[in-house]
């Protein structure tokens, strides 16, 4: 804001200095240049230091130099596009009340400008068409600011979400579990996290193509998203992986949404898809460090769950043998 701003007084000083050095243009008006210098000045130096709301001065101050220097000309004619500079800069960095505010300013300066003209040259018309284009590019300016603004929206939905299955990603799963272990911390609760693996995918892409493992994995989000809980975290972690956060969940209810989701897996005659089994990890832990620990321990579970067979459940307890700790696993084997 500070070197935008920067600029705009710059590029005023500059516009002063050379069609003030013209013959036959009106003479150099030194006390308005001086003024634009210190300000800029100012803005290169402290303005990157200075709180938002002093910098919202800076667009009635650079209507008031503005307005000043058409009192000194002789007409109140092309200089008055100089008034587009702090529409632009403060509609775009104040918004809406920002931008109503400066077209009124310029709205009473300009007038105000007009009748120290001789009558004839400040009629109502010479007023309006300053005014008609500053309202203009106020509005272009907050509507291509709000388009912006709804896309970067877009853009940073579009970077937590995964695209195939609609779940959250890697990233998006970490943003929203960061708040769910501030709060186990806090209160000395429950967090736990289920991991899914579709068992032999490669083997679907292979015999059946990439398009029936997408609706595949489509699928498996699907029952996910259904049998979780509103304030459960589900998410894609990539390939096949699927991970599940409980909030306030402890192993037993972790355990009991792997089997829920295995079975409806089971049950779901899916579509022309081929039969899909699926291996779940589970581990949860009051109050944990990180969620890295929580979910790295569902992962050796998980691990387990496959070298045990596949198409199972298994939850890890940690014991401790001979001073360090290693994993028991229990044991859930679907029919």
Known sequence: MAYSAAAMYGGAALDELITGSIPGDPPLDVGAVSAAAVVVAALLTVGPRLPRWSLAALGPIGVALIAQALVGAPTAGDAAMLYLWPVLWTSFFFGRRGAIAIVACIGVAHGAVLLTLPAAASHPGRW???????????????????????????????????????????????????????????????????????DHFKRINDEWGHDVGDRVLVRMGALLAAESREVDVVARFGGEEFVVLLSGGDSSAARSLAERVRAALAADDGANLPTVRASAGVHAAVAPDTIQEVHGRADIALYHAKRGGRDRTEVFAPREEHGRESDLLGVLTSG
């Open 128 to 198: 309006m068409e300053v005014m008609i284009p500053v309202c203009t590019v106020a509005v272009i300016v907050l509507m291509l600011v709000d388009r912006n603004a709804r896309l970067l929206g877009e853009l940073a939905d579009e970077a937590r979400v995964d695209a195939l299955t609609g779940l959250l990603n890697r990233r998006g799963f970490q943003e929203r579990a960061a708040p769910e272990l501030a709060r186990a911390r806090r209160e000395r609760g429950w967090l736990a996290i289920a991991t899914f693996d579709i």
